[in-house]
């Protein structure tokens, strides 16, 4: 018997940091030595069912100490043979696994515009009922592989964060452009979701790592720059205020980077920050953010003038440098005074004809 006793079964040192290994022999000899760990349980598993269990300590493999392992003997080796499969599962906590992507494309409810969210940060994983685990992913994944069930884990979390995400963000919870200040409630909304999933498969999620979710950049810069725009015309009063404010600064740095062509449009700009001055509001904090709002900014889209060749703002709708129209000029009803479109030939208000 003491040459029986020779074998030990343990989980190699390379491979204590895996959430489960399978030891590579279905023919485990008798009287052999299971040492388990004190993180670890090792289960007996024939035809998908597991048979027995060990806790941690030093096991002696036979009958006698676990009697359910009467059934595995194989008879066609003298009864020297147990034939099942053995698993060593870690009970402890596996963290900083890595996970991300891209979460959804969603509709800001506060701007309308469409935006694309991206995660990506951390989690921990471990073991909720071990037989539950090897019964139910050891003849669909290969579980001796780590990144395997890390991977699956993972896609499973990203999947659960999308339906969190989304819905927090349509039902107007968690805003757009304040989803960092919202990691908190995510956490714990993601981390039930994703539970739920894990539960049959004997896994859980107990915690995320340090994670963030972010816009995509050509998404943030829009909605920051919509932002803005909403401030100023709200501190202009309407619109016009801040559509001529704008058209001002445009020409003024269009002058500065030498695009004009002429001292009467340098004028014509100065005239309108005139303009623009004259109806300031009293308000301090509405004039300090419009003469923010007066600092050089990036040149806008030109479009330059038929007549003179004069670059203009894109919403310009007169030459700055000689006062020719820049688009044709509106049609308005002779009757009524409404706008009417090119084409028209009736009024749309009164049925005036066009032409009359």
């Given at each position: 018997m003491a040459w029986f006793e020779r074998e030990f079964i343990a989980v190699p040192e390379d491979r204590k940091n895996q959430l489960v290994y399978k030891w590579p022999d279905v023919n485990i000899r008798r009287y052999s030595r299971a040492i388990v760990?004190?993180?670890?349980?090792?289960?007996f598993v024939k035809s998908g069912q597991v048979v027995a269990a060990m806790g941690p300590g030093r096991h002696r493999i036979d009958a006698e100490e676990l009697p359910v392992l009467g059934a595995l003997v194989d008879t066609l080796t003298g009864n020297n043979f147990y034939r099942a499969e053995l698993y060593f599962v870690s009970t402890r906590e596996f963290p900083g696994i890595k996970f991300g992507g891209r979460l959804a494309d969603i509709a800001d409810p506060v701007s309308e515009q469409v935006v694309t969210l991206r995660v990506?940060?951390?989690?921990?994983?471990?073991v909720r009922d071990p037989a539950e685990l090897v019964t139910s992913l050891a003849g669909t994944t290969d579980l001796n592989v780590p990144a395997t069930v890390e991977s699956?884990?993972?896609?499973?979390l990203l999947k659960s964060m999308k339906v969190a995400v989304t819905q927090g963000i349509s039902r107007g919870d968690w805003p757009v452009l304040g989803l960092s200040?919202?990691?908190?409630?995510?956490?714990?909304?993601v981390v039930r979701q994703t539970n739920l999933t894990l539960y049959e498969y004997g896994l859980r999620i107990p915690r995320l790592g340090n994670f963030d979710i972010t816009l995509a950049p050509e998404d943030a810069e829009r909605i920051k720059r919509l932002a803005k725009d909403v401030t100023y015309i709200r501190l202009a009063g309407d619109f016009q205020r801040y559509a001529a404010g704008e058209m001002a600064l445009g020409a003024g740095q269009g002058f500065a980077n030498g695009h004009g062509h002429?001292?009467?449009?340098?004028?014509?700009?100065a005239l309108g920050l005139n303009a623009i001055q004259q109806h300031a509001p009293s308000n301090p904090w509405q004039r300090?953010?419009?003469?923010?709002?007066?600092?050089?900014?990036?040149a806008l889209t030109q479009s330059a003038c038929a007549s003179c060749g004069t670059d203009n703002p894109a919403n310009a709708r007169?030459?700055?440098n000689c006062g020719d129209p820049l688009a044709p000029r509106p049609r308005h009803c002779t009757e009524c005074g409404s706008e009417l479109i090119p084409t028209a030939k009736f009024c749309a208000d009164c049925g005036t004809r066009a032409d009359a």
């Open positions: 760990n004190a993180d670890e349980i090792a289960l990506f940060g951390e989690f921990a994983l471990s699956w884990s993972s896609d499973l200040g919202q990691l908190e409630p995510i956490e714990a909304a002429g001292g009467d449009g340098f004028l014509g700009a300090q953010a419009i003469s923010a709002a007066a600092q050089p900014l990036p007169f030459c700055m």
